[in-house]
């Protein structure tokens, strides 16, 4: 049977005799290789395929630690603010333990797959007419006044539990990559995964601490750009996000690891989108593109990072937002009757 995130890093997380020892499978999930981008780049590059959670995105490492705190102190109820992925994994928990769960999602700006996940886990499902800055401040606010558990990041176990993947990284390449490239959103993840590093740094398991190199979108970049933005756009909705809650702890794990936050264009990132998927076999969902959209900016404008050992984040699965990939699909569909004659003509071997 899988171990699960609590199980496996107990000795790393707030888990006492009190906590339930919940899985669905979270954590455990590939680094592989790649086979033909890396030429591009001259370094070992390795995608870490957080796609393969149970609910398809990096949130159910965080979102086990969360919903274990909370039933171990007593909580019926759960809510969040999301783009989407959170609200898949809240639901995806939330139904696994019995508990209410009530998901806060900017109308109209949620991808198809996550939508149908909190549907199908049973989700309370409220669409704000707004986007995801204002949910988030409403459920903060919330929360402040009834007894429902906010399971955001900024509930502290979240970004416990998301910091695992860090530990899985290490320990499957024997030590820390010289840099990891992952998109930044609302801030949480690349906070999560600079503790996950230091901490096993700490605890000798780690020679080296890697160079963080976060990515916003263009349209929505407000650490980059060094202000609030107001009306947050880009493809990739998962990080359309205009004021995220973790900025500080993110501008300090750029800072203390000697890296960068930079932006990409949805250009960039729609580019990333299909190369990673044609090239590499890895079907990432827009947002999970902008690390690799970043790795090619940084690239064409000069950087070398050859003979680097880079890990790239893929965040949430391609799956999880079929509309894009229709919508900016570079491949025509052929379609032909039910002939062999046809399909040989199709295949110009007619
Ligand atoms: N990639 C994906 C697929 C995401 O869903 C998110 C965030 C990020 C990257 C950025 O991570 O916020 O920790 O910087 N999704 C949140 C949500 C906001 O509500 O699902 P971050």
Redesign the pocket.
């Known amino acids: 049977m899988t171990e699960g995130v609590l199980r496996r890093y107990a000795p790393y997380l707030p888990v006492g005799p009190g906590t339930p020892m919940i899985s669905i499978g979270e954590g455990g999930t590939p680094l592989i290789r790649s086979r033909r981008l890396e030429k591009r780049f001259g370094c070992q590059l390795y995608f870490k395929l957080e796609s393969c959670n149970p609910s398809g ?3 159910d490492r965080g979102m086990v630690v969360a919903v274990a705190k909370a039933i171990e102190a007593g909580s019926r109820a759960i809510i ?10 809240a639901a995806a928990y939330g139904a696994h333990c019995g508990l209410d769960v009530y998901v806060v999602v900017p109308k109209g700006n949620i991808a198809l797959g ?1 939508m149908a996940q909190a549907l199908t886990y049973g989700a309370k499902v409220i669409q704000v007419q707004g986007n ?1 800055d204002d949910a988030l401040r409403m459920v903060r606010a919330l929360t402040d006044r009834h007894p429902l558990t906010l399971v ?2 900024l509930n502290p176990h979240r970004i416990e539990g ?1 910091k695992t993947a860090a530990f899985e990284i290490v320990d499957d390449l024997g030590d820390a990559p010289d840099q990891l490239f ?11 995964y600079w503790r996950g590093f230091v901490e096993y740094f700490d605890a000798g398991k780690a020679h080296v601490k890697p160079q963080m190199m ?1 990515f916003e979108a263009e349209g929505a970049a407000p650490i980059v750009r060094g202000q609030v933005v107001e009306k947050p756009e880009t493809v ?1 909705s ?2 359309r ?1 205009g004021n ?1 809650a ?1 900025w500080q702890k ?1 501008e300090a794990a750029r800072d203390a690891s000697g890296g960068i936050i930079d932006m990409v264009s949805d250009e960039q990132i729609l580019e990333a989108y299909h190369l990673m998927a044609s090239e590499d076999g890895v079907f ?2 827009p ?2 593109a ?1 690390g690799i959209a970043g790795l090619l900016k940084l690239t064409r404008a000069g950087w070398s990072f050859a003979g680097k050992r880079i890990v790239c984040v893929v ?2 699965s391609g799956l ?1 937002d079929p509309d894009t990939a229709v919508r900016y699909s570079t491949v025509s569909l052929t379609e032909i009757p039910a002939k062999l004659s046809a399909l040989e003509r199709a295949l110009g071997c007619g």
Not at 80 to 89: E, L, W
């Open positions: 995105s990096f949130k969040c603010a999301s783009t989407g992925n959170t609200s898949a994994s996550k995801f955001n990041s998301q992952i998109p930044v959103g609302n801030a949480g993840n690349i906070t999560a976060g990739a998962a990080i996000i995220p973790s993110a990432g969902e947002s999970s902008a965040t949430g999880k």
